[in-house]
């Protein structure tokens, strides 16, 4: 079945520790994204990829990195940096038809708590 | 500055019924708008969605409106049944031909059908 998959779901880490969510698409889809949802908020773009090996800085891409070597991965990292990290991340992908209609769909989710 | 608001956090209506959803926005820019919904721990799952071309989009149950005079844009469930329960998010986002999708995320309406 085709899809997105993301690891852990649930993830916990000391302060001052660097983490790294996984994101897995085998959708072909081409464009990959990172969300962050925090209690009563929509989401918020981190970083977004069009393309392997290029990406751009989302609304909240402060204290975070990410990386795109194969089309159908697209790692996040949160590091020591990030003021807030405990959030839940969502992951997403979608076509580029440039028709309009590049739906993005999304993972199940990562939750990660910092201690 | 959110161009892209729920105003009512939460929604309770009786099974059968019909459940409005409302969402507005103030970036201009905006030619496509999106329906998500969610449930807890979860990724969020497309509903539907309208282009800027258009007033109206059916599918089944649900149907969405948009008035870009007013820069408004509503769901409507009908009738509405218990397992319609989630938080619904609106997403805007502007197209640029051959680019990923940035889009813009209001914060959420709870909807609790009651049988």
């Known amino acids: 079945d085709g899809g997105i998959t993301q690891s852990p779901k649930y993830l916990f880490r000391k302060e001052g520790q660097n983490v790294t969510l996984s994101c897995e698409q085998n959708?072909?889809?081409?464009?990959m994204y990172w969300y962050r949802q925090d209690p009563g908020q929509g989401l918020r773009l981190i970083y977004y990829s069009q393309i392997v090996n290029d990406f751009q800085k989302g609304d909240i891409a402060e204290g975070y990195s990410v990386s795109r070597e194969k089309k159908e991965s697209f790692p996040l990292t949160v590091t020591s940096a990030q003021k807030n990290p405990t959030a839940f991340y969502l992951c997403?992908?979608?076509?580029?038809?440039?028709?309009?209609?590049?739906?993005?769909?999304f993972g199940p989710g990562t939750r990660l708590t910092v201690l | 500055d959110q161009q892209v608001k729920q105003n009512s956090p939460s929604l309770s209506v009786q099974e059968g019924r019909i459940s409005i959803l409302n969402c507005d926005y103030t970036?201009?820019?905006?030619?496509?708008f999106l329906w998500y919904k969610k449930y807890p721990a979860e990724g969020p799952t497309f509903l539907i969605s309208?282009?800027?071309?258009?007033d109206k989009n059916e599918d089944g149950r649900f149907t969405v409106f948009l008035n870009k005079s007013a820069k408004h844009l509503s769901l409507h469930i009908v009738p509405s049944q218990p397992g319609d329960s989630a938080v619904y998010f609106c997403a805007a986002g502007v197209d640029y031909s051959g680019s990923a999708r940035q889009l813009t995320f209001g914060s959420g309406t709870q909807l609790t059908v009651l049988p």
């Open positions: 959708l072909n889809h081409d464009a």
């Open positions: 997403a992908s979608s076509p580029m038809t440039g028709s309009g209609a590049d739906t993005q769909y």
């Open positions: 309208i282009s800027s071309i258009k």
């Open positions: 970036n201009s820019m905006f030619d496509y």
